[in-house]
């Protein structure tokens, strides 16, 4: 028997095979598609209010019987100081400025019209809407969120990138551990927006392994067979890909990202916090090249918050300079198929 089967037992899934949430790529149609090939979807609620998160859960409902994962972002909210009031007025004039240098006329919000939604409100909707499987993202639970959600029989998925995040996150009774290795796709799902661990998956994983009881998936740089048989030997029970869907049919990248992500090159991939203020691995373009650097970083989630209308213009303008494009290190023939086939085609390669 190729596969580990204490996740999928957790679980209630056939396969241990994740589908990585992927905010602003992952849709409801991409985790309906991942429960038909017997695997786990996972449905990227992100920082989304209450409101829209509710919306969302009872769409994936309405599609598929089969356990899901509603994946939330978990951070810190940093307080609103009169340096950090500045400091958006500053950054937000000239990002608009870069962006009118470079023919995309756009009004960025004001902070007072921003909204900065605390994941407590989603875990009550979680609950309601009786989702029975988290994972989260960018740190952990609060303890009165962790009591609450075993209390209403949810499994708890936090993520890692580290051995001390993954033994405090075993500490506070989280049921399975998302070690994410650096090669991943996407933000950093660690604990701390400022100096991140930055530590490959070979040396995580295995470490995590001799110290965590917890069953563990590993997300960063699975691709195929091969890159799946290797930590499943380094002691991973499950195994998620995010880069691996990238350009699949349920995708919502449109195809000029997709046309762009198939074009990339090794040294295009990078770490940045440009677009977000939390590290996340993607394409470098001239976004990146004119802020990564520069006093210009507002901390999550007012980056992002700040940058997210410059995106949606630059999106429509199928503008790839000023789009965030995440991307994991593992380069490979970016499949068009549905995320049904391509998770399939992986599987029947394992079990060969
Ligand atoms: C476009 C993109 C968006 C992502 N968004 C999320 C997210 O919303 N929540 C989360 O927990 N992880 C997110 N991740 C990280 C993935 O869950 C996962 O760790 C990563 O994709 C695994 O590495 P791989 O891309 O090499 O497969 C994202 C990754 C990508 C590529």
């Known amino acids: 028997m190729f596969w580990p089967d204490t996740i999928s037992k957790k679980l209630g899934i056939k396969y241990p095979v994740i589908q990585a949430p992927m905010f602003g790529v992952s849709t409801v149609e991409m985790a309906v598609a991942a429960t038909k090939a017997d695997c786990l979807g996972s449905l990227a609620l992100a920082d989304l209010s209450a409101g829209q998160s509710v919306e969302l859960i009872r769409k994936i409902k309405t599609l598929t019987d089969k356990p899901f994962a509603?994946?939330?972002?978990?951070?810190?909210?940093?307080?609103?100081?009169?340096?950090?009031?500045i400091k958006y007025a500053k950054t937000k004039q000239f990002i608009e400025q870069l962006a009118k240098e470079n023919g995309i006329e756009v009004a960025l919000p004001a902070l007072e019209e921003i909204n900065v939604n605390s994941y407590?409100?989603?875990?009550?909707?979680?609950?309601?809407?009786?989702?029975?499987?988290?994972?989260?993202?960018?740190?952990?639970?609060?303890?009165?969120?962790?009591?609450?959600?075993?209390?209403?029989?949810?499994?708890?998925?936090?993520?890692?990138?580290?051995?001390?995040?993954?033994l405090l996150l075993e500490k506070s009774g989280i049921d399975i551990?998302?070690?994410?290795?650096?090669?991943?796709?996407?933000h950093r799902g660690s604990f701390e927006a400022e100096n991140i661990p930055q530590i490959g998956g070979l040396s995580l994983l295995s470490q995590i392994y001799d110290q965590v009881k917890a069953p563990l998936i590993y997300a960063g740089g699975i691709y195929d067979a091969k890159t799946l048989q290797a930590v499943k030997d380094l002691g991973a029970q499950g195994f998620q890909m995010g880069n691996l869907l990238l350009v699949s049919q349920e995708?919502?990248?449109?195809?000029?990202?997709?046309?762009?992500?198939?074009?990339?090159?090794?040294?295009?991939?990078?770490?940045?916090?440009?677009?977000?203020?939390?590290?996340?691995?993607?394409?470098?373009?001239?976004?990146?090249?004119?802020?990564?650097?520069?006093?210009?970083?507002?901390?999550?989630?007012?980056?992002?918050?700040?940058?997210?209308?410059?995106?949606?213009?630059?999106?429509?303008?199928?503008n790839p300079e000023f789009v965030e494009l995440w991307i994991g290190q593992s380069i490979h023939q970016y499949s068009e198929l549905s995320t049904e086939e391509i998770l399939k085609k992986l599987i029947e390669a394992c079990e060969k």
């Open 70 to 85: 509603a994946n939330i972002f978990v951070h810190h909210i940093p307080e609103l100081t009169d340096s950090l009031k």
């Open 177 to 186: 551990i998302c070690v994410q290795g650096i090669e991943a796709g996407g």
């Open 251 to 318: 995708s919502a990248l449109q195809p000029f990202e997709k046309e762009r992500l198939k074009r990339v090159r090794e040294e295009d991939i990078v770490l940045t916090k440009s677009f977000s203020g939390r590290y996340a691995r993607g394409v470098k373009n001239q976004f990146i090249e004119m802020v990564e650097n520069s006093e210009y970083i507002l901390p999550y989630p007012y980056q992002n918050k700040l940058t997210n209308a410059l995106r949606k213009a630059a999106k429509s303008l199928q």
């Open 120 to 166: 407590q409100e989603q875990i009550d909707v979680i609950i309601q809407e009786n989702c029975k499987i988290v994972s989260f993202t960018f740190g952990n639970l609060d303890d009165q969120s962790i009591q609450k959600l075993k209390e209403n029989g949810v499994t708890l998925v936090g993520t890692c990138t580290s051995v001390k995040e993954a």
